[in-house]
């Protein structure tokens, strides 16, 4: 075994700080986000104005395309960094402070309307979603860096297991406080207390130690993030794929954002219920993410991503079926397997193609081209339900998820494993 170098024998001395503080972050982000879910509250509140389902859906689809648009367009500048935690605090600001400006248009709503609340409400989703894009590409390449390779699966699991606990806890919350308060302070409370926690996480993640690299090559002349991009494209068939993986899952995951709707609108579901419901999907991505991550480390991410396409086709067949209010335990539950999967696995696998100055690229071209589709699905997904309901929108999730499996089966290798082969082709 060749010895570490400085860089390395640097993480490996600050790798138990950076581990807890980081922990720390997700965790209180998760609190925060309980308080406000994409998948729950930020869509009630949304549908205490308007009734188009196809507006509601863009809640969480606005949140994923926002994180992921940005990050190719970032990569060229991250590659460059030989630091990344001031570009994560700095950007990160933008991706918290729009809960402040949610607590207000709540407040303001009876005076303002539904109509300017609305509009509001989009712009400020929009903000709070590119404010995470411009922060990710920077976080996931200091994460990445920080955590040995041995170790990001598991690392990546553990802080996304956490947070989704905190998730669940202050979900049950905000399900309670949704229906002890009157309007506008039921909404206005949850993110208010979403805000405070927001602040908090950002000091836990500003105790990050993060090494400068000073061994890390950077070319003097800087390269066009597309010119990087088309090199990578154009000689990694197997990412390739993975790419395809991704956007196909978007799309196999677009009934996800209307479960919430459907239960209120079909089995007068009540707002405790919404409550449990939520801490169910959170609780299960806990579970999912820590074990997922850990076993992802040792035998591949890509058997997890397999995984994932199962539990989007059985929760869609399931909510096709559905015959009770009863039904949704299980559908969100198999929900946070399929979450889990496509994010916290993808990411793993993700950061484990390319080197260390590639990496960025690889980042970005897997958030970027996804971020499309993200926007796309739940437009397509919200057209079907309020021209045809919300069956056909589930059996076409279904179907999908099928076909995500087929590829990750027959066409996607394990990078990690796959590594060499790669090599030998460039």
């Not at 990160?92 to 400006?101: A, D, K, S």
């Not at 999730?397 to 590829?407: C, N, P, T, W, Y």
């Amino acid at each position: 075994m060749l010895p570490f170098t400085t860089l390395e024998t640097n993480i490996r001395e600050n790798l138990k700080h950076n581990i807890t503080v980081n922990l720390w972050d997700g965790s209180l982000f998760g609190m925060a986000i309980g308080f406000a879910s994409f998948s729950a509250v930020l869509p009630l509140f949304v549908a205490s104005m308007t009734n188009s389902a196809t507006l509601i859906g863009l809640v969480p689809a606005i949140h994923s395309a926002g994180w992921l648009f940005p990050q190719l367009f970032t990569a060229s500048h991250v590659s460059r960094l030989r630091k990344y935690k001031h570009t994560v605090l700095m950007t990160t600001i933008h991706e918290r402070v729009p809960f402040l400006g949610f607590a207000i248009v709540a407040l303001l709503l009876p005076f303002i309307g539904v109509n300017t609340g609305l509009v509001l409400t989009f712009l400020l989703l929009i903000w709070q979603g590119l404010g995470g894009g411009f922060t990710a590409n920077a976080w996931t390449s200091m994460i990445s860096k920080i955590i040995p390779s041995e170790s990001r699966g598991t690392f990546f699991g553990l802080q996304g297991g956490l947070a989704n606990l905190f998730i669940s806890m202050s979900a049950i919350g905000a399900g309670y406080m949704l229906d002890y308060f009157d309007a506008p302070w039921n909404f206005a409370t949850c993110f208010l207390l979403a805000v405070i926690f927001f602040v908090i996480s950002w000091f836990a993640l500003a105790k990050t130690l993060e090494p400068e690299d000073t061994e890390k090559i950077i070319p003097e002349k800087k390269s066009h993030f597309w010119v990087d991009a088309k090199k990578v494209l154009s000689h990694d068939k197997n990412f390739n794929w993975f790419l395809v993986v991704r956007v196909l899952s978007q799309f196999a995951t677009m009934g996800f954002a209307f479960y919430i709707i459907y239960a209120l609108r079909e089995f007068n579901m009540d707002a405790i219920t919404a409550g449990y419901l939520t801490a169910t999907l959170t609780i299960s991505q806990t579970v999912s993410n820590i074990g997922m991550g850990w076993v992802g480390d040792r035998v591949g991410h890509r058997i997890m991503l397999i995984i994932g396409a199962v539990a989007a086709f059985l929760s869609a067949v399931l909510a096709w079926n559905a015959a009770s209010i009863a039904w949704f335990y299980p559908i969100f539950f198999l929900t946070g397997i399929a979450n889990v999967s496509i994010w916290t696995n993808s990411m793993s696998m993700t950061v484990d193609f390319g080197n260390e100055a590639e990496r960025p690229i690889y980042i970005g071209l897997s958030q970027t081209l996804t971020a499309p589709a993200t926007i796309i699905a739940p437009l397509i997904g919200g057209w079907i339900v309020d021209a045809a309901g919300f069956t056909p929108t589930f059996v076409i999730s279904f179907v999908l998820a099928i076909g995500m499996f087929g590829i990750l089966i027959f066409f996607v290798k394990d990078p990690r494993k796959n590594r060499s082969l790669t090599t030998n082709e460039r």
